[in-house]
């Protein structure tokens, strides 16, 4: 089982990234597929999920209208498009799995958001 995050990097506030988790090693359109996100010196927080066919999605309060979560249940990825950039938006994001009981994480891709 492996999810592999990308798409991380450094971004001027305002602008945009778009990261992607690919997974592997399991059935994924099984699997209802979140991104969460850890600031240093905070706690972990859901960010956006959605579920295994795609039908429905939440997201925090913080980056509602801001960020997408989307998944392709053909090619095993789950991506989150996130827009609209805040400083307080720099974390580790890393994507998880999750189906009955299993659950499985990524390693993270680090945002950083700063001028």
């Known amino acids: 089982v492996q999810l592999v995050e990308s798409g991380g990097g450094l971004v001027q506030p305002g602008k945009s990234l778009r990261l992607s988790c690919a997974a592997s090693?399991?059935?994924?359109?099984?699997?209802?597929m979140s991104w969460y996100r850890q600031a240093p010196g905070k706690e972990r927080e859901l960010v956006a999920g959605?579920?295994?066919?795609?039908?429905?999605?939440n997201y925090a309060d913080s980056v509602k209208g801001r960020f997408t979560i989307s998944r392709d249940n053909a090619k095993n990825t789950v991506a989150l498009q996130m827009n609209s950039l805040k400083v307080e938006d720099t974390a580790v994001y890393s994507c998880?799995?999750?189906?009955?009981?299993?659950?499985?994480w990524g390693q993270g891709t680090q945002v950083t958001v700063s001028s």
């Open positions: 090693g399991f059935t994924f359109s099984r699997y209802g």
């Open positions: 998880k799995a999750r189906f009955l009981g299993a659950e499985y």
């Open positions: 959605i579920t295994s066919d795609g039908g429905s999605t």
